[in-house]
């Protein structure tokens, strides 16, 4: 693990573009990732078979230009989309709401080791062995969509912490595309 302040020339450039800026990052993997060409991928839980299809579809294609895919690390859109992009042979960030020592949730350990054996990068603001709660939600969403010069949302409830993340994107001055919920 690798602890790297704002003041770092390591620190990702983009996080410094928003509002309310980490003042350090907790980096596991590979640093150079964190600069990349970043879009977030982030979705429901609870995703169809649609979004699933979606998801994969446009992850697979944002890989072949050398995309770096930026999400959660939850159940549903957020590891199929960090997933999708091991198995094309991209590279993935998955920032949590938790310390590295603490991953969230703890079913995705084996996602979480599968990202850093394939050179991908995860990352936290906490410390260690700070576990995740409700307001490190909406703290980590603001990374996803801050590291990201786009949010890409699939199948987002109106109220849910994937469209906290869309209104956080935006505010940031980043670009948010959508793939709604098939109805009918």
């Not at 169809?48 to 159940?75: H, R």
């Not at 409830?157 to 109805?183: C, E």
Request: proline residues 3%.
């Amino acid at each position: 693990m690798e602890l790297i302040k704002s003041d770092d020339k390591r620190f990702p450039s983009k996080l410094k573009e928003i509002k309310d800026t980490p003042k350090k990052l907790y980096v596991e993997g590979e640093v150079q990732n964190l600069n990349g060409n970043c879009i977030a991928v982030v979705g429901s839980r609870n995703c169809t078979e649609y979004g699933k299809k979606w998801c994969k579809y446009f992850v697979q294609e944002l890989v072949k230009y050398n995309v770096v895919i930026v999400s959660g690390m939850a159940s549903g859109i957020d590891s199929i989309a960090h997933n999708t992009a091991i198995n094309s042979g991209g590279k993935t960030i998955a920032v949590l709401p938790s310390g590295l020592e603490n991953i969230y949730p703890s079913k995705n350990l084996n996602l979480y080791k599968k990202i850093l054996a394939s050179g991908g990068t995860v990352i936290t603001e906490y410390e260690a062995k700070e576990k995740a709660e409700s307001k490190k939600f909406l703290e980590r969403n603001r990374i996803v969509s801050g590291l990201s010069f786009a949010t890409l949302v699939v199948e987002a409830a109106f109220r849910s912490g994937t469209s906290v993340t869309a209104k956080l994107a935006k505010s940031q001055m980043r670009d948010v595309y959508a793939i709604p919920r098939k109805f009918g």
